[in-house]
């Protein structure tokens, strides 16, 4: 009987090992995550795995030769506990597939904010101050324009010191 089981990756290798697994014909799935990164002073959007080192594989232990997942480019190898390969739960797969898009991205639900919307800040260092959302940096983290020193500023700051307070 097939089920899903995690494979552990090399570091920063989910998607090499994504590609490789698929290319030799496994069914896989790699949850990604968007997230702002920084490279010569300029800051980009990229994806990222969503569960760092480590990706997700279905098999039939019964009937499928495992010897070359193993020795696939960018692979660790299956997670165990002991010699034991465990399977992930039933239902952890099929609740993640349903909150990402079409290129596997975790969707967030508490995109309670739009691109646009006026929102106040409520906690931190910025409290009393009103912003502009402009969209999410990564799970915890939103990005906000921000009328600070003579110029407006992108502010990243935590989700949750953000409150609603209308649309411009």
Same mark, same amino acid.
């Given at each position: 009987?097939?089920?899903?089981?995690?494979?552990?990756t090399?570091?920063?290798?989910?998607?090499?090992?994504?590609?490789?697994?698929?290319?030799?014909?496994?069914? $896989?799935? $790699?949850? =990604?995550?968007?997230?702002?990164? =920084?490279?010569?002073?300029?800051?980009?959007?990229?994806?990222?795995?969503?569960?760092?080192?480590?990706?997700?594989?279905?098999?039939?232990?019964?009937? @499928?030769?495992?010897?070359?997942?193993?020795? @696939?480019r960018?692979?660790f190898?299956?997670?165990?506990?002991?010699?034991?390969?465990?399977a992930?739960?039933?239902?952890?797969?099929? @609740?993640?597939?349903?909150?990402?898009?079409?290129?596997?991205?975790?969707?967030?639900?508490?995109?309670?904010?739009?691109?646009?919307?006026?929102?106040?800040?409520?906690?931190?260092?910025?409290?009393?101050?009103?912003?502009?959302?402009?969209?999410?940096?990564?799970?915890?983290?939103?990005?906000?324009?921000?009328?600070?020193?003579?110029?407006? =500023?992108?502010?990243?700051?935590?989700?949750?010191?953000?409150?609603?307070?209308?649309?411009?």
């Amino acid at each position: 009987m097939e089920q899903w089981y995690a494979v552990q990756t090399k570091p920063r290798q989910e998607q090499v090992a994504f590609e490789n697994l698929s290319l030799q014909g496994y069914r $896989c799935f $790699c949850p =990604r995550i968007k997230k702002w990164r =920084r490279s010569r002073g300029r800051r980009y959007m990229s994806r990222g795995a969503f569960f760092p080192g480590y990706l997700f594989i279905n098999l039939d232990l019964g009937r @499928t030769n495992i010897g070359p997942i193993r020795s @696939t480019r960018g692979v660790f190898g299956l997670v165990r506990f002991g010699s034991q390969i465990i399977a992930v739960p039933r239902g952890v797969i099929r @609740t993640l597939r349903q909150q990402v898009d079409e290129d596997s991205v975790v969707l967030f639900e508490s995109d309670d904010f739009k691109p646009g919307q006026q929102v106040s800040i409520e906690e931190g260092p910025l409290s009393g101050n009103i912003a502009v959302f402009q969209g999410r940096a990564a799970e915890e983290r939103v990005i906000i324009l921000l009328s600070l020193l003579g110029g407006e =500023r992108q502010v990243m700051v935590p989700a949750s010191s953000l409150g609603g307070c209308g649309s411009i």
